[in-house]
C-alpha cells in the first residue's frame, strides 16, 4: 500500500496503522502471506509472515505484505495461526514461535486470542513490533502484561531521529514511541528487549541511541540487538532508489563494513 500523502514533516504510523488495519483486519481475523516458516532466528524459530505495516521502512526485506496488503495474503483466524506453528514447531522441536515480515500489533483482538492459546502451551511467542503503537498507548502493555509465555521485540530504526525520517520518511515526532514503547513495557513487568537498525549510523550516533536506552532502564543494554541490514535485490534496488548506502550489511551470518 502506497502513503499517497507525502510531506517534509512525514506521515503518521498511527494514522496508518488505523488505515491498514482496515485492510488486515476482519473480527479476529487478520491477513497472513505464510502461516508457518522454519527460520534460524534464537537459535531455530517457527514464524508466520503477517500481513500490514505501520511503517515504510526503506530498507525492509519485506516487500508485498507491507506494500500491497489488499492483494497479499489470506484472513486466518487465531486458531488456524496457532495450529500451524505448533505443528511445524513440533517438527522442528522448536519452542518459539513468532510472526514477521510486517507489524505484529495489529489488530489486538487476534493478537490476544493467539496469545490466550500460546499461554495453554508450551511456547514461547515473540512479538515483533516497531513499537508505535505499544508506545502510543500505555494500556497496549498493560494488556500485554497478563500472557506469560510473551517476549516483545522491539525494533527501532535508525539510532536518532534524523536517521529514522530518511529511513522511514516518517514524523521525527513518532520516533519516540519505540522509547515509550520499552518503558510502558518494562514498567508492566513484560519481557522485552531492543533492537537498534544501525547499518545508516555511526559511532557517536550508535553510543547516542545507548545511552537513551540505558536512561530507561540500567539492564537493557545487555539484551540491545544492533542490526545491519541484509542487502536483498529489492533492498539493494530501493536503497538505490532512494540514494542511501549502508555503512555496515550482514553477509552469512557476519557483519561487514562497506
Given at each position: ?8 514533516k ?14 488486515v483486519?476482519q473480527?479476529n ?11 534460524r532466528?534464537?537459535g531455530?524459530t ?19 505484505p507491507?506494500?500491497k496488503?489488499?492483494i ?16 511445524k514447531?513440533?517438527?522442528?522441536n ?17 493478537l490476544?486470542e493467539l ?18 503503537t505499544?508506545g ?8 500485554l502484561?497478563?500472557f ?17 525520517f ?7 515526532e513518532?520516533y519516540?514511541?519505540p522509547f ?17 537498525m544501525?547499518s545508516?549510523?555511526?559511532q557517536?550516533?550508535i553510543?547516542?541511541?545507548?545511552n537513551?536506552l ?19 535485490p ?8 532512494a ?5 555496515t ?10
Amino acid at each position: 500500500m502506497e502513503i499517497k500523502q507525502k510531506t517534509k514533516k512525514g506521515y503518521d504510523p498511527i494514522a496508518l496503522t488505523e488505515t491498514t488495519e482496515k485492510i488486515v483486519i476482519q473480527g479476529n481475523r487478520r491477513k497472513y502471506a505464510n502461516l508457518a516458516r522454519h527460520l534460524r532466528f534464537y537459535g531455530g524459530t517457527i514464524s508466520a509472515t503477517e500481513v500490514g505495516c505501520n511503517l515504510r521502512c526503506k530498507f525492509c526485506f519485506s516487500d508485498a505484505p507491507v506494500r500491497k496488503p489488499k492483494i497479499t495474503g489470506r484472513f486466518y483466524t487465531p486458531g488456524q495461526v496457532f495450529n500451524a506453528l505448533s505443528r511445524k514447531a513440533d517438527k522442528h522441536n522448536c519452542k518459539l514461535i513468532s510472526a514477521s515480515a510486517a507489524e505484529g500489533t495489529l489488530g489486538k483482538e487476534h493478537l490476544f486470542e493467539l496469545l490466550d492459546l500460546v499461554d495453554q502451551s508450551d511456547y514461547v511467542y515473540i512479538l515483533e513490533t516497531n513499537g508505535m503503537t505499544i508506545g502510543n498507548d500505555p494500556e497496549f502493555a498493560k494488556e500485554l502484561s497478563r500472557f506469560k509465555n510473551l517476549h516483545v521485540r522491539v525494533s527501532i530504526k535508525g539510532a536518532n531521529e534524523d536517521e529514522y525520517f530518511m529511513l522511514t520518511s516518517a514524523s521525527k515526532e513518532s520516533y519516540q514511541l519505540p522509547f515509550k514503547a520499552l518503558n510502558n513495557l518494562i514498567k508492566n513487568k513484560v519481557s522485552c528487549n531492543a533492537c537498534v537498525m544501525v547499518s545508516f549510523s555511526d559511532q557517536n550516533s550508535i553510543k547516542g541511541v545507548q545511552n537513551r536506552l540505558e536512561q530507561i532502564a540500567p539492564g537493557i543494554l545487555k539484551s540491545l540487538e544492533l542490526e545491519s541490514i541484509t542487502m536483498f535485490p529489492k533492498v539493494a534496488k530501493r536503497l538505490k532508489k532512494a540514494n542511501l548506502k549502508p555503512n555496515t550489511i550482514q553477509y552469512r551470518g557476519k557483519i561487514i563494513t562497506v
